[in-house]
């Protein structure tokens, strides 16, 4: 093979492409600049809650909105704060009660007792988010933990203790939780089962403890 005065030969092998992996941009790895991305994207949606689809979040809802939660429709009326409910419900010592009133229709065949999971009250000075309230009760005749008979509305209000030197908060957050209907894997009879909440609301609280 012939050389030419430049002692390169008049067929050179081709010059070797580097891998993408090692090719470079503004001098770094494309490699580095792909983590890179992929950090500050997941850094973005973190503080956005997350890659959870717009869809999954739970519906936001002001008093007075129909929610359907499965086994019940509720509406959230009103939260109000009070010295006592005697001979229902007393608070402790220099406590208040506070209390969630809503509108349940049972959507089943079958009438129940209000669930005590339903309503949970977040942020709340002295009650525990996970904390069930000290019953139910319907404002048609006051009874403790009445039957809701299918399809038929009832005003009903679930009740908490508010400690002593607690000061009243002027709006509550809460929740409302979903039930999904299916069979039981144990012994394999239908049974509603807790899903994911149904909707959360802030909702003003009125002051009837003075």
């Not at 039981?184 to 002051?207: C, F, G, M, R, Y």
């Amino acid at each position: 093979m012939q050389e030419t005065g430049t002692g390169r030969s008049e067929q050179e092998e081709p010059e070797e492409l580097p891998e993408l992996k090692d090719l470079k941009v503004r001098g770094r790895t494309l490699r580095t600049w792909v983590i890179g991305a992929v950090v500050l994207l997941l850094a973005v949606s973190a503080v956005f809650g997350g890659l959870k689809k717009a869809g999954d979040e739970t519906p936001q809802v002001a008093a007075g909105d129909a929610i359907d939660a499965g086994r019940f429709d509720v509406t959230v009326q009103r939260v109000v704060a009070v010295k006592d409910l005697k001979p229902l419900f007393t608070p402790d010592q220099g406590g208040a009660l506070i209390a969630v009133v809503t509108k349940l229709k049972v959507t089943d065949a079958t009438g129940t007792t209000p669930p005590l999971d339903l309503i949970r009250l977040v942020g709340v000075p002295g009650v525990d988010e996970t904390a069930r309230p000290l019953g139910t009760t319907n404002l048609r005749d006051q009874t403790m933990n009445p039957v809701l008979t299918p399809d038929a509305a009832e005003d009903v209000a679930y009740v908490w203790k508010l400690p002593k030197a607690t000061d009243l908060p002027t709006e509550v957050h809460l929740t409302v939780q979903g039930y999904s209907f299916g069979e039981s894997i144990l012994d394999h009879h239908d049974k509603w089962s807790q899903d994911k909440l149904a909707a959360e609301s802030t909702v003003p609280v009125k002051d009837n403890v003075k």
